[in-house]
DNA sequence: CTAATTGTAACAAATATTATTACATTTAAA
DNA sequence: TTTAAATGTAATAATATTTGTTACAATTAG
């Protein structure tokens, strides 16, 4: 995760948790956040896909949640916004001819799979309603 | 960790855990991960800080672990390896006359922190030796 | 109607990662 | 003592990923 997905979802999911439910704009979070209103709108996208929140368009349009946040767990908002594994790429060629290339791929997968389990389990004890409530 | 940094250092120091202590050579190592020999040299010199491999330069040279495979946890191997944090950069520019821009960081920060110390508890359970059993 | 907004595609720019070349240094062995 | 085979590392190039920008169609309240 050398980007800034999970946090920027993050910054987006805790303007919404203190709006009251208020529709806000990308633009007014981009403002928030400091970046451009599209990269708003394709978080926005990847959070909406994943039932996290729900947009108006239209005049006077914007964005809320979908559900309380208490009930918004950190490991779906992991969920949604990941996209590579959490400790890295596999190997891209390893030679099949070599013992330990044969088989480093599988023993990588098992060990990613598995620490990515423990994170998940541990996120999911977390709500944006505790991590939003210090603001 | 969008990268194989991890992935090629779990290789070499298996295939380095199953030499015998023998010494083996960059361009062979770099032969079964299936890259080049200088990115394999690179990832050796992050290995040798970290206390974990051992070289000798010169003709009839190579590299050797520098304990037992038994002795090496893979929280050691991540954290010689790993640059970015866990789950991601923070925010960049944060609007600090916002209450979520504020603090958002630090928020960001402190899950961040919790998270990679879980995963490292994760990781210290497990040595090399384990890992590498199975070739 | 009109103005404000979402949604998204297409493209550009910036950054990060991986690969390559080159060569100085080291060292065993012929 | 010379040579060949290594490491170590700097410099640079090539790729891939991430982030930013522009443009515009579609939607909708007023």
Request: aromatic content about 4%.
């Amino acid at each position: 995760m050398n980007n800034t997905r999970l946090s920027t979802a993050l910054h987006i999911l805790s303007l919404l948790a203190h709006s009251e439910g208020d529709l806000l704009t990308s633009e007014w979070i981009a403002g928030s956040i400091g970046v451009n209103p599209v990269i708003v709108r394709k978080e926005m996208a990847v959070l909406k896909k994943a039932g996290l929140v729900e947009s108006l368009a239209g005049k006077e349009g914007g964005t809320r949640l979908a559900k309380p946040a208490q009930k918004i767990k950190l490991s779906e908002v992991y969920q949604a916004v990941q996209q590579a594994t959490l400790l890295g790429k596999k190997n891209l060629q390893p030679n099949p001819n070599c013992p330990v290339g044969k088989k480093i791929n599988d023993q990588l997968e098992a060990l990613y799979a598995e620490a990515e389990e423990k994170l998940m389990k541990f996120l999911a004890k977390k709500t944006l309603a505790e991590f939003s409530s210090v603001f």
